[in-house]
């Protein structure tokens, strides 16, 4: 005699379709971030810094997890080689609507990073709703991104400053450097 085991209708072929609704939001979140880096990290770009390497989603033991972090290298020369020393840290938090909770996650970043900056769809920032001033005076940035025409509109770009942390600043410096030498970039 067989047995019909009865499936429930909710479950779906992809996994990703099993898991409630506002995780597939994620994937959205992804996307903007993979076309906005694409765009920061292109040769046309002229805001790109040179000799760079860019990283996504990095754990940053403390501060969160930084959604695209950039870092830029400076020549130096010693006797007859040249070799690149870490030189500045961007930090990019990117969110499709919620600007409070970037802001914050941003404001984290700013221990360990020279420059840290939200990055929002440019059609959700209106200057109404969210106040510029207030990004103005913690020192971080507020870029808004058009996916679909690939421009970054800079609303706010923060002046360089010191890492609040300096040892913080090392440490992901480190972090990054060890999964360099051991994986691709980006």
């Keep these: 005699m067989e047995t019909i085991v009865n499936i429930p209708r909710f479950i779906k072929n992809n996994p990703r379709k ?57 020549k130096q020369k010693q006797t007859n080689k040249i070799y690149y020393r870490p030189h500045t840290i961007y930090s990019f938090e990117i ?35 969210i106040p510029i001033d207030t990004f103005k005076s913690l020192n971080i940035g507020l870029w808004g991104y058009d996916k679909e025409n690939k421009t970054i509109i800079k609303y706010f770009t923060p002046k360089k400053s010191k890492p609040l ?15 360099f030498k051991s994986q691709p970039i980006f």
């Excluded at 002229?46 to 996504?56: E, I």
């Excluded at 409070?100 to 769809?121: D, E, G, N, T």
């Excluded at 942390?165 to 060890?178: C, G, L, V, Y």
């Design 18 to 74: 099993n898991l409630p609704n506002y995780t597939s939001r994620k994937l959205g979140e992804s996307n903007f971030l993979l076309s906005f880096a694409r765009h920061f990290l292109s040769e046309n770009n002229k805001s790109r810094p040179a000799n760079v390497l860019a990283f996504r989603e990095i754990p940053a033991n403390g501060y969160g997890i930084v959604d695209f972090l950039v870092m830029s290298f400076k």
């Design 95 to 129: 969110k499709l609507k919620d600007w409070r909770k970037a802001l914050s996650q941003a404001y984290r970043y700013k221990y360990f990073s020279h420059y840290s900056i939200v990055v929002l769809p440019d059609k959700r920032i209106n200057s109404s709703t």
């Design 165 to 179: 942390h300096s040892i913080a600043s090392e440490k992901i410096t480190n972090q990054i450097m060890k999964k």
